[in-house]
């Protein structure tokens, strides 16, 4: 690379670290011809000399539309592989697992499974993922691509792209400033200096250029490209001597003709072949930058010989490089200069043929699709019936062009019924898959509000299908109201078959538990699970037993909401263990077992959910979330902190977020941090994730009020609370908040308040007596009726639940009690007790708070100084950090971990990246070596 020392030497300085665990991520911007692709070639060379596994290839302008086209190409996915992991990539990829899912759901199955398979290469050496003309990249390559960028920095992994400069709209612009903030390089290639341009035409000439003919080449503006270009035109007219080793301007150089441009140069060298070859070429140019041979040659209805003859010729002359199957232009500069020889018209015309010759080619649909979209007019009538027929399979590979084709057809006339009906089934589709629910609702109620008779079966089927489409794509954007609605008014329709009723049964069972209207909850989710037992059909059970199931887990009897849970478990395993999008089979059986105090098997259950992600993926946050409560109550809050780390780039339809946040701020809040800004409370917010957990932002609130001074106001925030959301989707999690509102009760000596709390938790207590319910009736009513003895059943039954930060609640309030009897010495080993249970989670303020409290009681600690948690070194670590520890020091990948662990692979990201930071580590090998010797100490 001439003139790129500097340029490379920063590429370096990412690069070598990848080959010693620590990688990175560069990205290489200049203008066309500035040298990109030739310093990715060298760069690709030099690291698969060091033995790196490189992946290197383009983006194409023409599959921009085509999900995943960049990235699949790049890492080997386009043609069949003996690697297995490779090969299930494609089979995600091309839509043969998982084709029904929305496309927000493929997408991250898609990414998921290419990030789960660089990272397994990444176990076994170090890899290079190189990506050119990323300014073409379709969006899903690019979500790729930020996410192999920020996993890069803890693996032996270097990504790199080389883009044109790109306007502020593009999907680069909107995530690589975030991967500069966490340590990615720009590496801009600009004008090559005079001596470099010099050095280049010395090569290229074999001799050093004088002045004159420098001046000559200046024009190129130290353009490689360009300078080579121009100097080879000039050689090709005579018009450079070389007259005792120096290049210099010939007698002829006055007579020859300059080019203005590269572009002038291109247009002067297709000029020199003949008509035959230059027509052919530039028709093979309008199809793309790389055009197969044999698919041309149908297109064209020009032999193979007749093709491969032209491209000598063009190889000759500069225009296109040699490749075994394709016509490979030399840069897509030459390839849109030649195509522009073409009328745009004629261009459009010659991509319709294109496509039309294809699909009697059985071609990949998304290629069909790519010239069956170019250009302005009307898809003919083949064209029309072919998108009817492969909309399936084009919504899985190109859904964007999909939707654009469908846009242009639905509602041309002149369509038989047949076909005009897949299309519109296939456009809403298309709509949901690809998450633009708004417009899926609006054209459905489109259709819908033709009032179209329903005189034959085809149409009345097709209208209940839309009908279905509609209630779905209003139930997934959270509108429950609206869901209602469509069910509502579908079955007051005629002639509705039992199975269908019990499916819109279903629905109307879970719009209404997110209303709270738990009487209909009980009537409809009865219905559905009838006729869904009576048919076999697991959609009207699920979402029956779902709704059911959920409503008993609100009002507090689990083990009846258990019942119905493992109903759902049970059907989806007697018809494979599927699932529908309305429902999720794990998901509310995980949160009864958090209740009933059966942590571990909260935990299995939603592994087995892990296991099974890419069949309901918009339930994944619920998911999230829920694992992360699993280890809040559980004291594992470095855990809960990484699990909803990975909750933060996921879409949110139900309304997770702010509960995470709120979690997140309780666990900053009890360690003392600074006062968090990411807190929410909105009731407002009506959809299921928010209200179900709408107590944990008054519980956020209250606490902050706490450490600011006020207790007396965060008395009152919380006994709001417990008035506000009893009996509402709160009330299966809402006494988590009941142990802060008695103590605060007690200490501001408000006995009513006390009184109803200890009422309610001994209700809750009742309906299901689980340990740590009992625990929590113990506690109120122990701090109201000042008894040690119910005080210390509360520590034994939270301890028995696996609660330890309730646990050391009770000891505490057990401990105040202890000096209210005059029993000074047991009191201060039952302080102590509790904080060392404080400190164990990092609760620096509840340690500052019940040494206070206990101090105004004329209580002293028994020990001196404050046992805190380890912040740094192997004691920092937690259990689930530990074992991550110890699988990366045998060599697992991340995705070997997660597969062990039934972690998410983000997850594991998230505790690789804790534990070098706690161990002051900046690679995966210097966590082995640190554990092996720690384990040898």
């Known amino acids: 690379m001439i003139g790129r020392d500097e340029e490379l030497g920063r590429i370096s300085a990412v690069a070598e670290p990848a080959i010693a665990g620590r990688g990175g991520i560069v ?116 979500m790729a691509l930020q996410r192999l960028g920020e996993m890069a920095f803890d693996l032996p992994l270097f990504v790199m792209v080389a883009t044109r400069q790109w306007s502020a709209g593009h999907p680069l612009a909107a995530f690589w400033p975030r991967l500069e903030a966490k340590g990615a390089v720009t590496v801009r290639l600009g004008a090559l200096s005079e001596a470099a341009v010099s050095t280049l035409m010395e090569r290229t000439l074999g001799a050093r250029a004088d002045p004159s003919l420098m001046a000559t080449v200046a024009r190129a503006d130290g353009n490689p490209l360009c300078v080579q270009v121009l100097v080879s035109g000039l050689l090709e007219d005579g018009a450079i001597a070389v007259v005792d080793g120096v290049a210099e301007p010939s007698r002829q150089m006055s007579a020859a003709r300059l080019p203005k441009s590269v572009t002038d140069e291109i247009r002067r060298r297709l000029d020199s072949l003949l008509v035959g070859d230059r027509h052919l070429l530039s028709m093979a140019a309008a199809l793309g930058a790389s055009v197969e041979v044999v698919e041309l040659s149908s297109i064209l209805g020009e032999s193979v010989i007749t093709i491969w003859s032209a491209i000598a010729a063009a190889i000759e002359v500069g225009l296109l490089i040699r490749d075994d199957e394709r016509i490979a232009f030399r840069h897509d500069v030459f390839q849109q200069a030649i195509a522009d020889r073409l009328p745009v018209s004629s261009q459009d015309s010659l991509r319709r043929r294109a496509a039309i010759t294809l699909m009697s080619m059985d071609a990949p649909v998304e290629r069909v699709a790519a010239y069956l979209s170019a250009g302005p007019g009307p898809i003919e009538p083949q064209g029309i019936v072919w998108l009817a027929e492969s909309v399936d399979a084009l919504l899985v590979r190109a859904p964007e062009t999909a939707i654009g084709l469908l846009e242009r057809v639905v509602n041309t006339g002149g369509i038989d019924t047949s076909t005009s009906q897949r299309l519109e089934l296939g456009y809403v589709r298309a709509l949901l898959r690809s998450g633009r629910l708004v417009d899926a609702e609006s054209f459905a109620r489109q259709v819908l509000a033709q009032d179209r008779a329903e005189a034959d079966e085809p149409t009345a089927v097709h209208l209940g299908l839309l009908r279905w489409l509609l209630a779905q794509a209003c139930f997934a954007q959270g509108r429950m109201d609206a869901t209602a609605a ?173 509960p995470m946040q709120n979690l997140r701020a309780l666990i900053a809040l009890r360690r003392g941090s600074a006062v968090p800004d990411f807190a929410v409370h909105d009731d407002s917010d009506r959809r299921f994730g928010n209200r179900t957990y709408l107590h944990l932002g008054a519980w956020v609130r209250a606490v902050t009020s706490e450490r600011q001074g006020r207790p007396d106001e965060a008395l009152q925030i919380l006994a709001e609370a417990v008035r506000q959301y009893a009996d509402t989707l709160c009330s299966a999690t809402l006494y988590y908040i009941y142990p802060d509102l008695a103590r605060l009760a007690a200490m501001g000596r408000d006995p009513l308040i006390a009184e109803q709390v200890a009422v309610a938790s001994e209700e809750l207590a009742r309906r299901q007596p689980t340990a740590s319910r009992r625990a929590t009736a113990a506690l109120c009513r122990g701090l109201l009726a000042g008894r040690s003895d119910l005080l210390g059943a509360a520590v034994e039954a939270f301890q028995a639940a696996g609660r330890p930060w309730y646990a050391a609640q009770a000891l505490e309030s057990l401990a105040a009690q202890l000096v209210h009897d005059g029993q000074g010495s047991e009191a201060t080993r039952t302080l102590d007790r509790a904080l060392g249970l404080y400190a164990d989670l990092g609760c620096e303020w509840d340690i500052a708070r019940a040494e206070a409290r206990l101090r105004g009681l004329g209580l002293r600690r028994g020990r001196g100084g404050r046992r805190n948690r380890p912040k740094h070194g192997m004691a920092a670590l937690t259990v689930t950090e530990r074992k991550v520890a110890e699988l990366v020091a045998q060599g697992c990948s991340n995705s070997d971990i997660a597969e062990s662990m039934f972690l998410s692979r983000r997850t594991v990201e998230t505790h690789v990246s804790s534990i070098l930071a706690k161990l002051g580590l900046n690679s995966r090998v210097n966590v082995a070596i640190a554990v092996n010797a720690a384990s040898r100490s």
């Open 27 to 142: 990205m290489l911007k200049g203008e066309p011809g500035i040298g990109k692709t030739a310093m990715l070639t060298v760069i690709s060379r030099a690291l698969a000399e060091r033995g790196m596994r490189v992946c290197h290839d383009s983006a194409r302008e023409l599959e921009q539309a085509v999900g995943f086209a960049a990235i699949g190409a790049c890492l080997g996915l386009e043609r069949p592989s003996s690697e297995p992991m490779l090969e299930r990539a494609r089979t995600i990829l091309f839509g043969q697992i998982g084709s029904a899912m929305p496309q927000s759901g493929h997408d991250y199955a898609v990414v998921e499974t290419l990030l789960s398979l660089i990272d397994t290469w990444c176990s076994t050496g170090p890899v290079a993922v190189i990506l050119d003309d990323a300014q073409w990249a379709d969006p899903a390559s690019l």
């Open 486 to 658: 469509v069910a509502e008014a579908t079955l007051a329709r005629p002639g509705m078959t039992p199975e269908a009723k019990g499916r819109y049964h279903g629905f109307l069972a879970l719009t209404y538990l997110s209303g709270e209207r738990y009487d209909d909850v009980e009537q409809f989710g009865q219905l559905a699970v009838s006729v869904g037992d009576s048919y076999d059909d697991l959609i009207a059970t699920g979402m029956g037993c779902t709704a059911l199931s959920g409503l008993r887990y609100a009002k507090g009897y689990l083990d009846d909401a258990l019942v119905f849970s493992d109903r759902v478990l049970a059907a989806a395993a007697r018809q494979g263990g599927g699932a529908a999008d309305q429902f999720d089979v794990h998901l509310i059986r995980g949160n009864i077992l958090i209740e009933l105090d059966r942590l571990d098997e909260a935990e299995d259950t939603f592994s087995a959910a892990a296991r099974n992600r890419e069949l309901v993926p918009h339930m994944r946050p619920a998911h999230q979330f829920s694992r992360a409560r699993t280890r809040f109550v559980a004291g594992e809050w470095d855990d809960a902190i990484a699990e909803m780390a990975t909750l933060q780039d996921l879409s949110d339809s139900y309304g997770y977020a702010a």
